[in-house]
Every structure is written in structure tokens, then in C-alpha cells.
């Protein structure tokens, strides 16, 4: 792929593949948190619209990474506002102009996923919504959420498989370039 | 029970059930939504502190309503506040004061079950949650509210079983009058 | 509502709901199929970008109809592709132009649900995939399709509930008026 | 948060992360059996009503003293009970006065749970039940237990999240300082 | 199998079934509740031994019914204790001594499932456990009663098909006359 | 417990538990397959009858000799007879008589667990069944074969939990001794 | 359909449907049991080899009738050999000759499915195992014969959706014809 | 078994058991990423038809292998059409009469596993399904791909069991030399 000149993406990459890979391609970039590889070799597009990843807690932010990395490499402008769960509720009004901005909203939650409903309410954009596998017991590895989710009494959501920050992001990025 | 002179509580009575009831003791309350025939002999009780029944949507409400007869049964001053779901969050801080200074909350909601989370971010008081059968598909008879509601990031949350507004309101009532 | 002069659409309505809305409401438009009644009172938008709805069988049917009601009242171009499931693929590519020419696309399909992953392998156009409770035995109920469909291989593919034709079009229809 | 002198809790803290800690904090507690780590700062207060925490056998210890350490820390007064699983019951009873005489009770239990539900039966006081993750094969990590604890005969048990010991003491610790 | 003279039962029983063998065959007994038919034509037999129902609730009496005219039919004596749930453990104690002077006990219950520990931790006699499907919501329909009764932390309970009254006493009896 | 002179039995233990064990007291027995170690202090009872443990394959041998530990024991005589699963039934037929002779039987099987029916089907015992955990994908961790120990359409069988052969050992001593 | 003078085949058919064809359609033939109308306008082939449909019980008629009514009008020769389920296993030897000179088998079974391992251990022909709904508790629909069909330890055995006669019948005819 | 000249074939082989057997067989042949040993004794027979084994992913390749030398050692001629998946459907066209001309065909596929469907739509030969246990989070280990080919709107595909590729090839190989 490399040598096509194209951008790269790998995901779910692993510390030693990630070292692997940055042995024979020092210029590849490796988000240890997102767990992503990227190899940027043609510029990349910043959209006038954005995409916000919205994400309920810290342990929901190895999604929130993958997300991330995949929209920009595809060529899209993104903001993250983290660490806004509706345990907290007032941090994610104070950041709801950013969110109704955005031409598409990613929310990434895990637990019981309620973060997708409540953005959902307050805002009248289309939601990607990608439930994580945070939490144990009854959360069932990501099950909870993902029902959740699949439930929201708020209109306009759809979802992706658990932990699928990569989907969320081409789906949001296909949006947020019609 | 009704020659004891006690006061009765029938919860699940079908309308040809309450029916039969009425007949044969003309002085009992049928109260259809809930479900719920009850018979008062000796005055009830009214508590100072008083109980909130906060719910999700119009379809929760024989669930509400069995939790509120339940309730008034047992002694309790109750307030219901309803149609509160998070699809409308701004109805529900109308009504932060009323339940904020409730002694304990039962919070009623069916579909993703997002209610008992954000309500348990806003308020420090217990909170008993009710998941209700409402909604199709993947929810599964309430099992999504359920898992919801027990993986809850908010953390003074425990649950009941699904539909059992009998059971949140005896919690309550204990807790209530402690 | 109807004082207000907005349009209405009423969605899961049974045959008897239906006729009591039309002796009131002379000039209400049901869809039996759909099991959908609109009353369109101020005339409805036609926008010039199309919403494609891409069905598997004949049984999906009511999904789709919900679907296409709520779309068009939500003042959306539409067009109903149906009868297109893998099992007889030649028709989804005799019907392939009309797919990728629409803005968004809603795919309908119960069973397995291939249907979601063969057109999002085809088509580079953001998909709203509707899971339907067409089937019987290890289908649970669509449980079988909803997993199929948020496991696609396909990337740019999000997921709505069993059953859920409005939840989709009303994302469809966010998506198609950005 | 050490800076502000409020008291802390760590729950889920591996023997590795604890080591890091009390390294930089020397005065830090290490519950190695709960996986908790406290520090103290200012004293903690000690109610007059107690909290009871019931557990059925030595594997749900774990759980046990993660509540504890999270009850005390929030100012309560709190009793052990344990070992007093059904298998068993007279060893209940012979600590039914200990049981009966706190404000509220935590029932912590495994397998199938059933402690829940006889407790709940001899008791009239709001009861937090804690399905662990104890047992193996059909319990499905705890899911058995949870299952019994919602299905409880008897009325005064709310349950939360399995494992959840931390939340269970929250809940108590609200009902206990009411 | 009436010409041949042995004895007949018949489960799962509907009323109108039962009306149309009692026509044809007037001294059949019909066990309404516990939905059976039985057609004594040789003298039962009554061993010296005896079986002991114990049941929780009267919710749960069909299936003990059903397990009555199994076991008496296969000629065994019979004592049923019913109503002895554990949320009134005292009416269980007072009934101590009819159980365990059983040889085989079978021991229904549905909800929680919770008296078979119960009693397998006071009784060292085989215990067949039934769960029944009585419950609602997080019940499904008798999987959290079987649950419970698989993973009991009495030793001495094995445990049959959700409502199987027939399958227990049948087991019973090959017990209660080895 | 050893100074009571008891006999003692440890189940699930580990090898490295296990050397522990036989360092501070060389005359315990290790039994590796079984994960067992007994400590036979008082000379154990052997039983005219016997009870038969009945297994499918090689890989169902670990369950096999904790029931047969057990078993032991508790001062039963038992056969083992193994190896006679259902893919080669002839092997089941040339064991016949030792399993139709035994007073209890303990069938012991993985993947399907079809054998715990066809020897319910052969043979007029009680049958106490364990299903193991033994296969992948859709076992599911045992709970086919539990699934199909539950439902099996021959009368005399129940169950125990997936893996429990000590429980299944248990009641079988129970009955082999009455 | 019937213009076009090919063979027709209506599977899932009520008495209903079933009358309204009759009336227009009188030629047809009901099969009440197997649900199925079908309509023979060429003569029907015969193979010579034949597909034989081997049932466990009474209550799997149904199924079996619908994959015989489907394989007859493919053109196959077919032996339907019923009423040989596990519990009585010399009707099944019975019928061996019958089952092992098939070129193809379909084993219907529900409950436990335990007949598809026996059979697929004594015969070396491919077999299409049909799991049927009949059963119930922790049967949950035909899952549970389902699963234990997909474990089977015979190794010739391959699975179709539960009740799916046609599906089976189809698949065999298939084989049957190569 | 090498004693008596047969060929042999072992599954399920880690490295570790691999590199055992090949020192004391070193004519052995290990397939590393189909974890199989094969020992070739007596020539292996080659079939004039084929089957064919036609895969979704490169993840797929471990069983796709485990079928081939399977099908191999079991003398019949084999093509491998792989990295066929849905997402690419071109690729699956441009190999269409490998595919049509096979006797037998096994598709091979994970995530929803919607090739069977494809596959079986496109041509009229028997399928055998087997889904693999490659995806994460709502795959649940296979369970999604194993659902969706059980209810393949395709009607001649049959399944086995999670990653059973040599159950899948036993079968194809039955039906392959009939």
C-alpha cells in the first residue's frame, strides 16, 4: 500500500506490531491509546464541517482514539469533547453549541450507554452512536450499552458494533462530506 | 383480610377480576391504569417527607400508578412527576426542585431506561429504578432497561425487577418512613 | 395537534385506531400496509436529492411503508426498491443505478439480513440499516438480522432497531437535508 | 485530590497499582482482599445507626470488603456478618439480632443468591443485594444470582450491578445518613 | 391402553380434552388444577415409605398437582407442604419434620427459585428440584428459578425441566422404591 | 479438619495447591485428572451397591473422576464405564449390564449430551446427569449439553450443574444408600 | 403460478388459506398436518434412491409431513420412518436397514435432538438434522435441540432453522438428485 | 493408528503437540495455520468432482484450511476460492464457475457471515455453511455469523458447528463421493 502513495489506517494494532511497523516506516504515526497506525502521504483534506466525537468517560477513550484517527485520515475536520457522561450532566451542556455545530455527532459511551438518548434530545443532528465495551457484570461486554442504544427514545440515532470507532467514523465522515 | 379491618392492596387485577371485587365490597378503588383494587379501612397515613414516582413516557404509567397506590397504601405523602423522558430533558429540570427534595426516588422508564441515569447524575437522594416493558424489538420485554438501569454510571441507582412498581414503592415506603 | 395546522403522522396503528381517526378526520391518509395515518396539512416538501428504501421481500413490507410515510412527510424524495434480497441478487443489480444515485439509503431486511452488507459493499452512499422480525426459529424475533447487520463486513453501514421503519427515515431524512 | 485533603477511595486496584500508590502516599490503606486502597485525611465520622453487610461465603469476601471500606469511608457505622450462607441457616440465625437491628442491610452473595430472599423474608429493612460473580458453569459470571435477587419473594430487596460491593455501600450509606 | 387394564394418566390436560375422556370413560379422575387425568383400573399401590412436596407459593400448585397424581399413580405415598416460601421461613420450620422424614423430596418453586437451597441446606434426603414458570420480567418464564436451583450451594439437589411435575415425581418414585 | 481424623476431600485444586497440600501431609492422594486431594483417615465404607459413572469421551474424564473421588469418598462402591458415547453406541450396548445393574447412575457428557437420554431410554435407574463443558462455538460453555440434559425425553433423568461432578457424586451416595 | 403449468408447493399454510385455494383451485391437495397445499399439474418424478425422514415423536409429525410433502413434489422417492425417538431405541433398530440404504437422510427431532447424534453414529450417510419447537421451559422455542444438533458428536450431521422441513427437503433433494 | 498404515488426521493441533508428533513421525505434515497434522500412509484418492471451499477473509483462513486437509485426506479433489466476502462481490462473480461447477460447496465465513446467502442464491448445489468465530463485540464468538446462515433466505445451505471445519468437510466429502 505504501508504495501506492496512499494514506494508511490500521487499527486494532497491537504495541509490537505497532513497533514492527514503525521499524520499516519511521514516518508512520502509532496513537498508543487508540491503538492506530497511520502513514499519511498525500496531504490531508480539513473539511469546513466537522464531525464531534462525543464520549461519556475516560475508559471510553481507546474508541474515541480509533474514531478519531479514522476521520481525520479521511479528510474531515473533528472536535472531541470527552469526559462528558450524564452522571456529570452539567459538562456536557457546557460544551452543547460545539456539539450543535457539528454537521454529524459520534457518541461513544459504555455502561449503560444513556449519553446517546440524552444527546440525541438536545440536539437535531444525525448521531452514530458506538457503544463501548467499558464496564462488568450485567454490561455483559458491551451488550447493555449496545441495547441501549438500539433503544433510545430519542429519534435520531443509529449504531455500529461494540467498540467500533472505525465504522462510526466512515459512516460520520460520509455524512459530513455529502 | 377486609374482617381485619386492614387495608388491601391487590396488585395485577385484570378488570374482570376488579369487577368481581367491586361488587362484592362497593367501597373499593379500582384504579384501571395501574391495575391495582384497593380497599381502605382504617385512615391512611400521610408522611411529612414524601416519596417522587419521576417517569420516562405515557405508556410507563401503569407502572407509575402501581407504584403510587402502593405507596399511598402504605402511608406515604407521594408526588408523581411523569412525561419526564430524556428525549425532553428541559421538562425534567422544571421539575429538579420537586425531586430533589423528595426523601427517595423511584424512577420508572422503559426503552433504554436512560432516565434513572441522568436523574441519579442530578440527585443525591436513593433511588430505586423500575424498568418497564415498554418498547419492541431489542428490548427484549424491558431486559434492555434493565441492564440499563443496572449498569448505571450514576452510582446511588439499585434496581427492581422489570414492571414491579409494587416493589420500588415498598423500597421507597421503607426507606421513606426510616 | 391537528389545531395547529402541523402535519401528523401517527405510527404502530392498528385497523381499529385507523377508524376512528377517519370518522374524525375525514381527510387522514391511512396506509394499512404500514400501519401508518398521516394528515398532510401544510403541503409536503419534495426535496430534489432522494432517500433510496431497499427491501428483501415482500414480508418486510409494513417496515418499508412506515418508513416511506414517515419519510414523505418529513417532506423527502423517495424511492422504494423492494423485492431486491440476495437470494435473487440479479434484481438488486438490474435496480443498482437507482441505489447509488440516492443521498442516503435505508435497507430493510429480515431473516439474515445479508441484504445490508451486499448493498454496502456496492454502494459508497451512508446506510441505514432496518433490521425486520420476518422469520421464525433462530431468527428470535430479528435478534438474527440486527446481529448480522452491526457485524457487516460492509463499513459504512449503522443499525436501527427490530422493526424500526421511522427511527430510520427520520435519520434518513436528517442526513438527505444537511 | 490529595491536595484538597478530602478522604479517597480507590476500588478495583490491582496488588501493582496499590504498591504505586502507597510508594507515593505512605499512609495510604491497601484492603488487599477488596482491592481497595483509602486514604484518610480528615476523620471520618461514625453514624449511630450501622449499616449490616450479610455475605453468604468466603469467595464473596472480595465483594464485602469493598463495601465496607467504601461505607466507612462515607462516615458509617458498619457490622460484618459472614458466612451465613442457606446452606447453613442457622448460622443466620444465630446473627439475626445483628441483622435486625441496623438501619439497612447489604446482602452479598453468589451461586444462586438465595441469602437475598431469606433475609428479605425475616427482616423488615430496606435491603441493597449484591449478586457476585461466585460460582461457575450455569451462574454465568454472576448472572444467576442477579436473576434470583430481581426474582426475590420477598419485597424489600433492590439490586444492583453484579460485583458492584461500591455501589451497594453508596446507596446504603444515602439511607443510612437519612 | 384402557383395554388393557393399567393404569392411565394424562398431562398437560385442557378442559376440553378432560371433558371429552371423561365422556368416554366416566371413572377418570380430572385433576383441574394440576391439569392431569388418571384412570385407576388396578389397585394403587401405597408404599411405607413417602415422598414430600414442598412448594413456595400458591401460584406454583399446578405443577405440584401434576407432580401428586404422577407419584401416586406409580404408587407411592405422598405428603405435600405447600405455601412454605421463604419469604415466611417460620411456616417452613414448622413443617420440618414431615420433610425430612421423607426418603425423596421434591421441592417446587418458581420466582427466585430459593426454597431448594433453603431446604437442601436443613434436610439430608435426594431433593429434585422444579422450577416453575411463575414470575414476570427478569423471571423469563422459569430460566431464573432454574438458574438458581443449578447453581444451589446445597449439595444434595439435582433439578428438572422448568414445570416438570411429571419428570420429578417419576424420578421420585424410582427413589422412594428402590 | 485433619486433627478430627476425618476424611477429607478437596475439589477444583490445582496442581501447584495440590503439592502444597502433599508437603504438609504426604498421605494425601492426588488425583491430576481429577483436580482432586483426599486425605483417608478412617478406612472408608464400600457399599454392596454400586453406583455407575457413565461417560461419552476422553475429554469428559476430568468430571468423571471428581464424581468418582467423591463418590469414594462418601464409601460407595463405583464403576467407571467410559468412553461409550453415542457416536459409537455398540460400545454403550457391550456395557449394558454393568450400567443396568448399578442402583444410581451418574451419566457424564460434553458437546450434545445425548448420552444422559439414550441410557435414560435403556435403563429404569435414577439418572443424575452432568453436562460438561467439554466442545466449542455453540456449546456454549456446557449449556448445550445442559440444554439437552433438561429437555431429555426420557423420564428418569435430572441434572446438576455444568462440570459438577462432586454434586452429581453427592446426591448419587445419597440414594445409593438409602 | 398455475397458468404456467409447473408444480406448486404452499408451505406454512393455514386452514384458511388452505380453503380459499381449495375453492379456486380444487385439484390441490391439503396436507393438514404438514400445513401444505400443494398443486401437481406434471407428473411427479420418482428416484430411484430415497431420501428417508427419520422422527423421534408424535408431536415432530408436522414437520416431517412438511419435508415430505417438499421432497415428493421435487421428485424424490422418500420412506418416512417415524416414532423412533432415543427413549425407545429398538424401534430405532429396528428401522436400520431402512435408514442405512438412503442416499440421503433427514432426522426431525425436538426436545433434546438426541436422535440426530444416534442416528449420524450408526449410519455413514449425509444427514440433515431438523430441529423442531416441540418441547418447552428450558426447551425456549427449539434453541435447545437446536444446539445440541449443531454439537452432535457424530461427525455426518449438518443443521437447518428449527421446524425448517422445507429447508431440510430441499438441501436433500439436492443431494438425492446428484 | 500409524501402525496399521491408515492415513491420519489430527485437528485442533497447537505448535507445541505439532512439533511432538513430528519428531517421532517426521513424515508428518503440519499445516500451521490450519493447526492440523496429516500423515499420509496409502496413496490418497483424488475424486473427478470437486468441492469447493470458498471463504470470506483472510481471518477465515485457519478453518478453511482445517476443511481442506480434511477433504484431502479424505481423497477428494478440492479448489479454494478465497477473500470471496460480500463486501467485495466482484471478486465472488469473477470466481462464479469454479464455484458452480463443484459438486459439494463449503462457504466459509465470520462477522455475519452473509456469503451462504449470496452463495446460495447464485447456485442450485448443496452448501455447507460453517460460520467462524472471527468478529468482536456483537459477534459474540460466532453466534451473529451462525444465526444468520441458520436463517439464509438461501434455501440449500445447512450449518455445522462454529469453526467446525472438519465437520463441514466430512460432510461435503460424503456427499462429494456418493
Do not use: W
Request: proline share 2%; charged share 15%; aromatic share 4%.
Amino acid at each position: 500500500m505504501k508504495e501506492h502513495g496512499s494514506n494508511i489506517l490500521v487499527t486494532r494494532c497491537s504495541e509490537e506490531m505497532a513497533q514492527g511497523i514503525l521499524e520499516t516506516c519511521p514516518e508512520a504515526h502509532y496513537n498508543q491509546l487508540g491503538r492506530t497506525v497511520t502513514v499519511v502521504q498525500s496531504e490531508l483534506k480539513t473539511t469546513e464541517d466537522y464531525i464531534a466525537i462525543v464520549a461519556a468517560g475516560t475508559s471510553d477513550l481507546p474508541v474515541v482514539e480509533e474514531a478519531y484517527e479514522t476521520a481525520r485520515l479521511l479528510g474531515n475536520s473533528v472536535k472531541k469533547i470527552t469526559d462528558v457522561g450524564v452522571a456529570g450532566i452539567h459538562r456536557l451542556f457546557a460544551n452543547l453549541d460545539d456539539i450543535q455545530n457539528a454537521k454529524v455527532i459520534i457518541v461513544v459511551a459504555g455502561m449503560e450507554g444513556a449519553l446517546a438518548s440524552v444527546v440525541g434530545g438536545l440536539v437535531k443532528k444525525p448521531i452514530i452512536a458506538v457503544p463501548t465495551s467499558v464496564g462488568y457484570g450485567a454490561n455483559l461486554g458491551g451488550i447493555a450499552a449496545l441495547l441501549s442504544m438500539l433503544n433510545s427514545c430519542a429519534s435520531g440515532v443509529s449504531v455500529v458494533n461494540i467498540d467500533n470507532g472505525f465504522g462510526a467514523a466512515y459512516n460520520a465522515s460520509m455524512i459530513n462530506q455529502l
